[in-house]
């Protein structure tokens, strides 16, 4: 079994993809979370993982600098790169270090998973590690995958916890309760920010106005939307769009 670290300083993106992909399946059972390069450098020494996961941009010491750190203790530790960055110039870079892979976001979680399985393919085979302090992948409950998925499936309609509790046959207090303590952030939080990822998404990628977006996302009040949109991504949207021509996510 394996150890694989994600660094990310949006700590909902590290989140994700330790909710979103399924660990045991490729022989995972631990995973470490980092939020810039001096903590993950900080957690390789201490916890030794077999596999990072790093974006590049990061406060401090970003990936380039923490992949170039860390090999020069460990030279044979794997890295694959998520960025929302087509940048030449780091991919080249990157290549320079050795990475296994420079995935561009927006990235498929079974694209991910597949990469991390074939990385680790090429790695000895690992028993189960008794390290203390460490967080074992996790196994979503069955309920709380399904209200995911449906959430996912719903997400331009209006959805709400008493919706939720009514077609899972939970009460709205034992449902919030469950769903907080399987992916660590509450409905209506989870539901906010899945809708501000698919807005900056079609803000990038379409052409569409944003008053119509914000109804393709589930958002009927467009001075409410604005508003939110602007608390999450600390610009407008328009701004936003304008800012993020060469980006990807």
């Known amino acids: 079994m394996y150890k694989v670290l994600l660094v990310d300083d949006e700590k909902y993106i590290s989140r994700g993809l330790e909710m979103g992909v399924d660990w045991k399946s490729i022989n995972v059972n631990t995973i470490y979370t980092a939020q810039n390069g001096v903590q993950a450098l900080s957690l390789i020494h201490k916890k030794k993982p077999d596999v990072v996961v790093t974006d590049i941009r990061m406060p401090g010491m970003n990936g380039l600098e923490l992949i170039q750190a860390a090999k020069t203790v460990y030279p044979d530790l794997p890295f694959i790169i998520l960025s929302g960055y087509p940048d030449f110039a780091y991919a080249q870079k990157a290549l320079q270090y050795g990475v296994f892979r420079y995935l561009l976001k927006p990235f498929d ?96 990628h379409t052409d569409h106005k944003v008053q119509y977006i914000c109804t393709a996302v589930g958002i009927s009040d467009y001075f409410y939307f604005s508003k939110l949109f602007k608390k999450y991504m600390q610009v407008t949207p328009t701004q936003f769009r304008t800012n993020s021509k060469d980006i990807r996510y």
């Open 109 to 204: 979680l079974i694209e991910l998973t597949e990469c991390i399985r074939l990385l680790l393919n090429t790695l000895p085979h690992k028993e189960p590690n008794s390290d203390t302090g460490e967080h074992t992948a996790p196994s979503l409950n069955p309920t709380i995958q399904g209200i995911l998925t449906f959430i996912e499936d719903n997400l331009t309609k209006e959805i709400t916890i008493e919706m939720l509790s009514n077609s899972f046959g939970l009460t709205p207090n034992y449902l919030s309760s469950l769903f907080k303590k399987e992916t660590g952030r509450g409905i209506v939080e989870h539901i906010t920010r899945l809708r501000i990822e698919k807005a900056c998404d079609m803000l990038i």
